[in-house]
Each structure stands twice: as C-alpha cells, then as structure tokens.
C-alpha cells in the first residue's frame, strides 16, 4: 500500500484516499479542483449507477466526457449490446480505485480524448 503526507496536517494517509481521515482535508485532484478550473471532479459512484441503469443509452460515457463512445452506445441501444457492455463498465468502474478513477476521468479537460 502506497502512502503519502497529507499536506494539512502531515498524517500517513493511503494514496487511494480522496480526503484525509483525519483533517478530512481533500486529496490529490480534488483539492486541486477549487484551484484549476480544468479539472472537472467525477462522481464515481455516480457513474456506477448511471452505467447500471442507463448504460444502454451511453449515459455513463456522455458524463465521464467520452461523447463519442456515449452517442455509439446511444445509436446502437436498439440492440441492447451496450446496456451489456453497460454492465460490464459498470463492474470495471466499481473495481476502480478512487485515485485511477480521477487519474482516468478527472484530468484537464482535452477536447480531442474520447
Ligand atoms: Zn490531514
């Protein structure tokens, strides 16, 4: 396990944590987010379940910023594949840890990644 200094009041503190158990003080990007405007927080949570409920019509895709994966999955929802592949984003998101979750999703926007 990886641990790192919370910049607030220097606990050893795992590296997947979002806030400091002790100072609750926000970690990694997310402390960043109220700094850098580029940096867009996603709910990870949030889109488990969008994946869950409406993974068939891309909705996950279109909130984590892939548009383009999103309006295939929206296009191709008549044939109920994505609401499969749906599902099986929505595991692959849930095994995720916070921090590759942020890693993956929460960078400077780039308009070009899909
Ligand atoms: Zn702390």
Redesign the pocket.
Request: hydrophobic share 20%; glycine share 0%.
């Given at each position: 396990m990886q641990e790192i200094d919370?910049?607030?009041?220097?606990?050893k503190?795992d590296i997947n944590l979002v806030?400091?158990?002790?100072?609750?003080?926000a970690?990694g990007l997310e402390a960043l987010s109220g700094v850098d405007p580029d940096i867009r927080i996603k709910n990870q949570k949030l889109a488990v379940w969008f994946s869950v409920l409406f993974g068939g019509l891309g909705l996950h895709k279109f909130y984590l910023g892939q548009h383009l994966k999103g309006s295939l999955y929206l296009v191709f929802s008549w044939t109920l594949v994505p609401m499969v592949v749906g599902w099986v984003d929505a595991v692959r998101t849930l095994k995720m840890s916070p921090f590759n979750f942020q890693q993956r999703y929460c960078r400077k926007v780039n308009h070009y990644y899909v």
């Open positions: 919370c910049p607030q009041c220097s606990l503190i806030t400091c158990p002790q100072c609750h003080a970690q």
